[in-house]
């Protein structure tokens, strides 16, 4: 997921500062001139300050009672249950799992195929943004949640909208007589605590949370010192947001900088890709066989989005990367941290077929959206004025009973059709419940005109504070379509869905 803040250019926040000095001095000059007469005005200050200070610390500590607590463990005990006697479906959201780099990761180490048999890589896919806010809601609900189709509907707000593309396919599974589990969902309820106000109405919905749960056991087990920068970056934060505070509204903004306001700016990606690869190769662990129902389980990983370094051959995280591959993308952390990922894939599905779960479980890797690297497959052009790469989606699927190896021993099976990341509830439901449709719109998730849905767009990154706005905010003249072959310029257009 993206981090979430405004920033402007350094010019201007030189000029601010400017402007925040000549007032000091003003001020300064006021004081030692009229000393006497603003002293009421000083006190009446204080009383407002501090009555204003005591508000804050009862919202902000009603707010901390309300956050969920984070949990740690000393052993590891199954939190995902499978059937073995129905049918199990598998969604992993596997955040800015880069498309353009899978063929690489497997070409370096082809005996990696073997663990995926069954699988079909569609390599010619599409989001509908280069960000998790945009590119999640068509994973999850469809093309209902396409950016486009969202702000259609525009006497419903972001928050709502989104929550009900989450809410989608487990409801959908849930109606049909299947154990639904959602695990660690992004910007699930915006945000807003207690976030599990939007499962209140399906209880029987399993909520699971798993990133950095198992972090300190990780680092135990493997003998690395963890850092700690989620407390480093609260005592950041804290600091440059009361400094951030003290300027006044119409400056605010000017004097935000995401390099030093914001510890976004700082994070360490190894620890936070840590807090999410210690569930993927600890999943053979988080499973069993005990369901009782056939089970849909959704699940977001942001490993790949926290790109590190990993050690050759195997990419496993350690503090001090001295051994490197063959590939030319060896040094490239992105590659780095997809070819640890889809290890970690290769070792849970061995753990299925040991188990006998594989054959009846269908399994989706999707990813939401791709990243800004340059890898030469794409055609060049202006239009649109952004790498394609960046939109560009992950989707490899695996159906029941499918063992279909590898058709030349080094590459996953692959299917050139074109498709986007709102095609995942189709292809989770398909076969299962005929005709299958939103709960919340009534379109059907296998939709015949995909391509009118088709409208890409790249805007700026939102808050989700913004919990009462109805659209993403997004410029006409910001939307692009394409169909066929998407690395060709040819099938790229403009368009202007909500009129020119």
């Known amino acids: 997921m993206e981090a979430q803040f405004f920033s402007a250019p350094l010019w201007q926040i030189a000029l601010s500062a400017l402007i925040a000095l000549a007032s000091f001095a003003a001020i300064v000059f006021v004081l030692t001139k009229k000393s006497k007469l603003l002293s009421p005005i000083f006190i009446i200050t204080v009383i407002c300050l501090a009555t204003v200070s005591m508000r804050n610390i009862s919202i902000v500590s009603k707010a901390y009672l309300n956050m969920e607590k984070k949990q740690t463990i000393s052993k590891i005990e199954p939190v995902y249950h499978l059937s073995k006697t129905g049918k199990n479906v598998i969604v992993f959201m596997q955040d800015r799992l880069f498309s353009p780099l899978i063929d690489e990761v497997f070409e370096e ?3 990696l195929v073997e663990h995926f048999d069954g699988f079909v890589f569609y390599p010619n896919t ?8 945009v590119g999640v809601p068509g994973i999850f609900g469809g093309y209902s949640f396409t950016p486009a189709e969202m702000n259609k509907r525009d006497s419903e707000t972001l928050q709502k909208k989104h929550n009900e593309s989450i809410l989608s396919m487990p409801v959908t599974f849930m109606n049909q007589g299947w154990e639904a589990t959602v695990s660690d969902m992004p910007y699930e309820n915006f945000g807003k605590e207690p976030v599990t106000d939007m499962y209140k109405d399906y209880p029987e919905i399993n909520r699971v949370l798993t990133t950095g749960v198992y972090s300190d056991y990780w680092y135990e087990q493997n003998g690395i ?3 700690n920068y989620i407390s480093e970056s609260i005592k950041h934060n804290f600091i440059m947001f009361s400094i951030f505070k003290t300027f006044p509204p119409v400056l605010r903004r000017l004097v935000h900088h995401k390099r030093w306001w914001n510890a976004n700016g700082r994070k360490d990606h190894f620890s936070q890709f840590i807090d999410n690869y210690s569930c993927l190769i600890y999943f053979p662990e988080m499973f069993d066989g005990s369901a009782e129902k056939s089970t849909f389980t959704m699940i977001d990983n942001l490993s790949t989005h926290e790109p590190s370094r990993l050690q050759y051959p195997d990419y496993i995280p350690v503090k001090d990367v001295t051994q490197t591959g ?4 060896a040094k490239n952390a992105q590659y780095n941290t997809q070819a640890g990922t889809l290890r970690c894939y290769a070792k849970f599905f061995d753990w299925l077929k040991e188990n006998d779960l594989y054959d009846n479980t269908r399994i989706i890797i999707v990813s939401d959206h791709g990243t800004y690297i340059d890898t030469g ?4 052009s202006d239009k649109p004025p952004y790498p394609k790469e960046s939109v560009t989606a992950s989707l490899i699927v695996k159906d029941f009973n499918d063992r279909r190896p590898s058709p030349d021993g080094i590459h996953l099976t692959k299917d050139f059709s074109f498709m986007t990341n709102a095609d995942t509830p189709a292809i989770a439901t398909k076969d299962i419940f005929p005709n299958a449709k939103n709960p919340f719109t009534g379109l059907e998730y296998d939709i015949p005109n995909k391509d009118e849905f088709v409208k890409i767009c790249h805007p700026n990154a939102e808050s989700t504070r913004n919990r009462d706005h109805t659209k993403l905010i997004i410029s006409n003249d ?6 066929g072959d998407i690395t060709k310029n040819e099938n790229w257009k403009q368009i202007f869905p909500f009129g020119e």
């Open 109 to 111: 180490k082809p005996e």
């Open 126 to 133: 599409v989001s509908f943004g280069s960000l998790t806010m």
């Open 225 to 227: 010192e963890k850092t």
């Open 326 to 329: 063959p590939s030319k993308w």
């Open 377 to 380: 497959k794409f055609e060049k």
């Open 478 to 483: 910001d939307w692009y379509t394409v169909s």
